[in-house]
């Protein structure tokens, strides 16, 4: 989406409820132009208050569009949703802009004009040129073609699409038979007194047509414009010259728009048939083919049966390979597209939604690559047991039924939508250690291993860490006390704090903030980011407790999550975040001091071999070197305390080096 920061509150985005709902209405206010302003040609009642506020709420309406039409969005050809106010300015002013201010315009001149009246009698002559100029309201029906078109997008299934199709010639046509019916009326008006079919009896001993009522009046040309379609009535004739040109005209429209008309609808209704019949073909190939090869009656039933649901179940959930099209949209666009299909879904798992949030342009990827649906029918088999696990599933819709033990007897759970299944697949080598079948048509989303672990490695998250969370998932399974399956293990369902890196610098920060006497020295920081390191480095390579499964087999396994971050459990994550820093704001509304850009390892507070501190001369790198030891058994005094260089930790004004070496004694 295209836009500029500082406007960002203003411009209204056109896919948004708001400006949908503000599209809806003015295709709501164009129908009621479309029907009242023709009928002012039956000379309505100037004091009807009901069409007095009609008129208002119209008039207020459009008035307000047009500055609404400035701060509004537009989908660019390309796809993206332009949102830049002088784009958007630009665009309006060279297609709408100019009709708007004239049908508004000439709206409140008419109020003005019939304001300024004295008298009945004035009034009514100042306003009849303006019925002809208030026709030029129903041009904005071209301009509703756009919405319309928006409209018809968002409907699910090419069947809603033919029928919406149809609606909109029937409308089509119905409001071409008002507007002719109007314009009839007006022509009668316009002519001679008693030359005119207006001035006719409606029946023998009769009042004639001026003289009815306004129903019967509308209803008789509404009539005459319905019959011009099939060659005209009888009951009603043209009297003098301008009659006969106009009904000459109307017939030549009727009866082009009619062909037109006829020609479309039978399109529409042949397309209709068409999405139906290639299901009945089909079926009807699959009966002559059980028929030819002498299938019994009851197996042929269910086989045909099945295909049926398949598919219905394929219109349901179209897979991505059926649509060629889809190719032709850009990569950019298809992220976004399956990130919008499969984010809901990814939501209901605690890590995907705090990674959502954190970093959603790397799930952004994972959807697009790494995500897969399916569409399954009752009695499918998912997995059996002891199959090498490659993907874990998230359940969109429907039921599986997990089961465990022996086949004789089986220990059966039902697994609904909005759940989970086998996570540990992406965390560590794993069996299934059960078999998964769906109890009723489901549809699922596979979210494959590899890929997944392919596409977290390339980016560096330092606000939440995977691997971190790889660690202590297999923890927890070490420390579970019942045997471990493909269900959603307990304890995971909500994330600990610990595992985001933003929580654990803010908690630093704080610690700070609220003690300006207390600095955190660098044997401190080392010692903290060390006994985390050797945490992560034992859960990862800690082995799963050996536990006898019900079929005899020996449970063992470790951690694999880092199987492309092999080198960086330990010294990659220190590297990582010697080179970047984040600066924080704590919960309490605390901010860094200015300098401060967050809190990193210890290797952020060690300078260059060679190159001594600006801040602290006093101090030498070279009495600093790197622990060789692993980090599990590095000990605060046994490395010395180095100066902090600028960019590192806040050091108060009253705090040397010296003094920092002297709070260690």
């Given at each position: 989406?295209?836009?500029?920061?500082?406007?960002?509150?203003?411009?209204?985005?056109?896919?948004?409820?708001?400006?949908?709902?503000?599209?809806?209405?003015?295709?709501?206010?164009?129908?009621?132009?479309?029907?009242?302003?023709?009928?002012?040609?039956?000379?309505?009642?100037?004091?009807?208050?009901?069409?007095?506020?009609?008129?208002?709420?119209?008039?207020?309406?459009?008035?307000?569009?047009?500055?609404?039409?400035?701060?509004?969005?537009?989908?660019?050809?390309?796809?993206?949703?332009?949102?830049?106010?002088?784009?958007?300015?630009?665009?309006?002013?060279?297609?709408?802009?100019?009709?708007?201010?004239?049908?508004?315009?000439?709206?409140?001149?008419?109020?003005?004009?019939?304001?300024?009246?004295?008298?009945?009698?004035?009034?009514?002559?100042?306003?009849?040129?303006?019925?002809?100029?208030?026709?030029?309201?129903?041009?904005?029906?071209?301009?509703?073609?756009?919405?319309?078109?928006?409209?018809?997008?968002?409907?699910?299934?090419?069947?809603?699409?033919?029928?919406?199709?149809?609606?909109?010639?029937?409308?089509?046509?119905?409001?071409?038979?008002?507007?002719?019916?109007?314009?009839?009326?007006?022509?009668?008006?316009?002519?001679?007194?008693?030359?005119?079919?207006?001035?006719?009896?409606?029946?023998?001993?009769?009042?004639?047509?001026?003289?009815?009522?306004?129903?019967?009046?509308?209803?008789?040309?509404?009539?005459?414009?319905?019959?011009?379609?099939?060659?005209?009535?009888?009951?009603?004739?043209?009297?003098?010259?301008?009659?006969?040109?106009?009904?000459?005209?109307?017939?030549?429209?009727?009866?082009?728009?009619?062909?037109?008309?006829?020609?479309?609808?039978?399109?529409?209704?042949?397309?209709?048939?068409?999405?139906?019949?290639?299901?009945?073909?089909?079926?009807?190939?699959?009966?002559?083919?059980?028929?030819?090869?002498?299938?019994?009656?009851?197996?042929?039933?269910?086989?045909?049966?099945?295909?049926?649901?398949?598919?219905?179940?394929?219109?349901?959930?179209?897979?991505?390979?059926?649509?060629?099209?889809?190719?032709?949209?850009?990569?950019?666009?298809?992220?976004?597209?399956?990130?919008?299909?499969?984010?809901?879904?990814?939501?209901?798992?605690?890590?995907?939604?705090?990674?959502?949030?954190?970093?959603?342009?790397?799930?952004?990827?994972?959807?697009?690559?790494?995500?897969?649906?399916?569409?399954n029918s009752s009695g499918d088999v998912i997995f059996h047991f002891g199959e090498t696990a490659s993907s874990m599933i998230l359940?969109?819709?429907?039921?599986?039924?997990?089961?465990?033990?022996?086949?004789?007897?089986p220990d059966l759970e039902d697994i609904k939508e909005n759940s989970y299944v086998s996570e540990a697949a992406l965390w560590t080598?794993?069996?299934?250690?059960?078999?998964?079948?769906?109890?009723?048509?489901?549809?699922?989303?596979?979210?494959?291993a590899e890929q997944f672990r392919s596409i977290v490695c390339q980016f560096e998250a330092l606000s939440f860490d995977p691997s971190?969370?790889?660690?202590?998932?297999?923890?927890?399974?070490?420390?579970?006390?019942?045997?471990?399956?493909?269900?959603?293990?307990?304890?995971?369902?909500?994330?600990?704090?610990?595992?985001?890196?933003?929580?654990?610098?803010?908690?630093?920060?704080?610690?700070?903030?609220?003690?300006?006497?207390?600095?955190?020295?660098?044997?401190?920081?080392?010692?903290?980011?060390?006994?985390?390191?050797?945490?992560?480095?034992?859960?990862?390579?800690?082995?799963?407790?050996?536990?006898?499964?019900?079929?005899?087999?020996?449970?063992?396994?470790?951690?694999?999550?880092?199987?492309?971050?092999?080198?960086?459990?330990?010294?990659?994550?220190?590297?990582?975040?010697?080179?970047?820093?984040?600066?924080?704001?704590?919960?309490?509304?605390?901010?860094?001091?200015?300098?401060?850009?967050?809190?990193?390892?210890?290797?952020?507070?060690?300078?260059?071999?060679?190159?001594?501190?600006?801040?602290?001369?006093?101090?030498?790198?070279?009495?600093?070197?790197?622990?060789?030891?692993?980090?599990?058994?590095?000990?605060?005094?046994?490395?010395?305390?180095?100066?902090?260089?600028?960019?590192?930790?806040?050091?108060?004004?009253?705090?040397?080096?010296?003094?920092?070496?002297?709070?260690?004694?």
């Amino acid at each position: 989406i295209r836009t500029e920061t500082w406007l960002r509150h203003i411009v209204l985005n056109p896919l948004r409820i708001f400006r949908m709902s503000w599209d809806i209405c003015s295709l709501v206010m164009v129908l009621y132009d479309i029907v009242m302003t023709p009928m002012s040609f039956f000379d309505l009642p100037e004091d009807d208050p009901v069409l007095e506020q009609l008129q208002w709420v119209t008039r207020v309406f459009w008035t307000i569009d047009i500055p609404m039409s400035c701060i509004s969005g537009y989908i660019a050809s390309n796809g993206l949703v332009e949102m830049r106010p002088a784009r958007i300015i630009k665009r309006y002013a060279k297609t709408w802009m100019i009709l708007d201010l004239l049908v508004v315009g000439v709206d409140w001149a008419e109020l003005v004009m019939n304001a300024a009246g004295s008298g009945v009698a004035r009034m009514g002559k100042a306003s009849r040129p303006f019925r002809i100029i208030r026709m030029i309201r129903l041009l904005r029906l071209a301009r509703m073609g756009e919405i319309i078109h928006m409209l018809m997008e968002r409907l699910p299934s090419d069947v809603m699409v033919v029928f919406g199709d149809i609606l909109k010639l029937i409308v089509a046509m119905l409001g071409m038979c008002h507007l002719i019916a109007c314009l009839w009326w007006a022509v009668g008006q316009g002519s001679t007194p008693g030359h005119s079919w207006i001035d006719t009896e409606a029946g023998p001993g009769e009042l004639t047509w001026r003289q009815k009522d306004l129903p019967d009046r509308y209803l008789m040309c509404f009539r005459w414009a319905l019959t011009q379609f099939a060659g005209g009535m009888d009951e009603v004739v043209p009297h003098d010259f301008w009659e006969h040109l106009f009904a000459a005209i109307v017939f030549i429209i009727a009866f082009w728009s009619g062909t037109v008309f006829l020609g479309i609808l039978t399109s529409h209704m042949t397309h209709l048939f068409i999405i139906g019949s290639q299901q009945t073909q089909q079926l009807s190939m699959l009966r002559r083919y059980l028929s030819q090869h002498g299938v019994s009656r009851g197996l042929a039933m269910r086989a045909q049966r099945n295909a049926q649901h398949v598919m219905n179940s394929q219109q349901r959930t179209m897979s991505e390979q059926a649509l060629g099209l889809l190719d032709l949209v850009s990569k950019a666009l298809r992220i976004e597209l399956h990130y919008e299909m499969y984010s809901p879904v990814l939501t209901m798992h605690p890590f995907f939604n705090d990674y959502m949030q954190v970093c959603p342009h790397i799930v952004r990827k994972i959807c697009h690559a790494a995500l897969q649906m399916s569409a399954n029918s009752s009695g499918d088999v998912i997995f059996h047991f002891g199959e090498t696990a490659s993907s874990m599933i998230l359940v969109k819709s429907g039921l599986l039924r997990y089961s465990t033990g022996s086949a004789k007897e089986p220990d059966l759970e039902d697994i609904k939508e909005n759940s989970y299944v086998s996570e540990a697949a992406l965390w560590t080598h794993w069996v299934h250690r059960g078999a998964l079948t769906v109890a009723e048509d489901s549809i699922l989303i596979y979210v494959n291993a590899e890929q997944f672990r392919s596409i977290v490695c390339q980016f560096e998250a330092l606000s939440f860490d995977p691997s971190e969370y790889a660690a202590w998932f297999v923890e927890k399974m070490n420390d579970s006390e019942e045997p471990v399956t493909d269900l959603p293990l307990r304890g995971t369902e909500v994330l600990p704090m610990s595992l985001s890196r933003q929580s654990r610098a803010v908690n630093l920060w704080k610690a700070q903030s609220r003690d300006k006497r207390r600095t955190l020295g660098p044997s401190e920081i080392l010692r903290l980011e060390e006994e985390r390191l050797s945490r992560l480095s034992r859960s990862s390579t800690m082995d799963l407790k050996p536990r006898m499964s019900r079929s005899g087999t020996t449970m063992s396994m470790q951690s694999t999550f880092g199987a492309k971050k092999e080198e960086t459990a330990k010294k990659g994550l220190r590297d990582r975040l010697s080179q970047k820093s984040v600066r924080f704001a704590d919960p309490d509304g605390h901010v860094a001091p200015e300098g401060v850009k967050g809190f990193t390892t210890v290797q952020n507070l060690i300078a260059d071999e060679g190159k001594p501190s600006a801040s602290s001369p006093r101090c030498s790198p070279r009495s600093l070197p790197l622990p060789e030891e692993k980090p599990a058994a590095v000990s605060p005094r046994s490395v010395p305390r180095p100066c902090p260089s600028p960019r590192s930790l806040p050091m108060p004004e009253d705090v040397s080096c010296k003094d920092l070496a002297e709070d260690d004694v």
